[in-house]
């Protein structure tokens, strides 16, 4: 079965600064997809990056960019420029491809310092 | 789009009661989610449908739960009888499967609490 792992549940970060939020993740398939979702104050999930595991350039969305390492079964999520409205729980999920059946992992609380 | 909508948002009620909690996708989405979300298990895929049929409820906990999908448009998550420990948010999520950049929107959540 797969499983999805985020060592840290919480974690700080000074306003401008930069940060990167673990996740590791297990399967035995070698064709899926990863993603980080947001989850504000609000609780309303928000998609913030995906990686297809085909694609070995990591993906970026403007000041979120991941590493990949398909080998090491590790996605990592790097903010940049961190602001205050990061602050949200972060959630790291997995999906087979062919199946919707997502996978998500406890999550990292993170704290943006002004 | 007004986005995934869930309702009630927020529902009270004692143990052994019925609750049914409602879902309306985003409209043309074909994949629809129900998820439960709490602190000591995280958030954990209860059903999912495609084109309103069940495809995997292997996460539902027990026959107390049933969610149907009647329509395009509409879902329902139901507990019957309810207990103390069902006390989650309850989230429902659809998503468009042919899209390159396929993704899962999420409604606001159930905060569910049995007394």
């Known amino acids: 079965a797969q499983t999805v792992t985020q060592s840290q549940p919480e974690m700080s970060v000074q306003e401008a600064e930069t940060v990167t939020l673990s996740c590791t993740y297990d399967?035995?398939?070698?064709?899926?997809?990863l993603f980080w979702y947001k989850q504000p104050p609000s609780r309303q999930m928000i998609l913030v990056i995906r990686?297809?595991?085909?694609?070995?350039q990591n993906a970026t969305e403007n000041r979120f960019s991941v590493n990949f390492q398909k080998a090491a079964k590790s996605f990592s999520l790097k903010i940049s420029d961190s602001q205050l409205g990061d602050a949200a729980m972060y959630f790291c999920?997995?999906?087979?491809?062919?199946?919707?059946?997502?996978?998500f992992g406890t999550g990292t609380r993170l704290k943006v310092l002004a | 789009d007004a986005g995934v909508i869930q309702s009630p948002r927020h529902e009270v009620t004692e143990m052994g009661q019925e609750v049914t909690l409602r879902c309306k996708p985003i409209?043309?989405?074909?994949?629809l989610f129900w998820y439960r979300q709490t602190m000591m298990r995280g958030l954990e895929l209860l059903i999912y449908?495609?084109?309103?049929?069940?495809?995997?409820d292997s996460g539902m906990p027990e026959d107390r739960f049933s969610a149907k999908m009647p329509n395009a448009s509409f879902s329902t998550l139901k507990i019957q009888p309810s207990e103390p420990r069902d006390s989650a948010v309850y989230f429902c999520?659809?998503?468009?499967?042919?899209?390159?950049?396929?993704?899962?929107?999420f409604g606001p959540g159930t905060r569910l609490l049995v007394l």
């Open positions: 999520a659809s998503s468009l499967w042919y899209r390159a950049q396929e993704t899962q929107y």
């Open positions: 399967t035995s398939e070698s064709d899926y997809y």
């Open positions: 990686q297809e595991a085909y694609k070995q």
């Open positions: 999920a997995y999906r087979t491809s062919g199946t919707y059946k997502y996978i």
């Open positions: 409209s043309g989405h074909d994949y």
């Open positions: 449908f495609n084109n309103n049929v069940p495809i995997d």
